[in-house]
């Protein structure tokens, strides 16, 4: 296998694995925050007030986990040009 197929693999790989992670932590919160909501409204004898409310505040908090997790995942598989030059350089070198 040539190096641009490997590394074609690996990233294909690792995006696999990075939807795969997000999808099961999505779920996770998902149903912590449903049962949580369920068993917080049985102890308290109000019907659907917490369910709704940790539902509602759990998208937010899927989104900012789920970016988190893809921002992690990705500056680790993505690949890094060894030489980076600083914007000052580039502009100097245009000139």
Known sequence: MSDANRSQFNF???????????????????????????WLDNQLDSKPIFTV????????VTLIVMFWVVR?????????????ANPAQEDENRE
């Open 12 to 38: 294909s790989i690792a995006v696999a694995v990075v939807l795969g992670l997000v999808g099961c932590l999505t779920l996770a919160i998902l149903f912590a925050a449903l049962f949580g909501g369920l």
């Open 53 to 60: 409310g940790l539902l509602i505040v759990s998208v937010p």
């Open 72 to 84: 992690k995942v990705s500056a680790r598989y993505m690949p890094q040009d060894k030489k980076q």
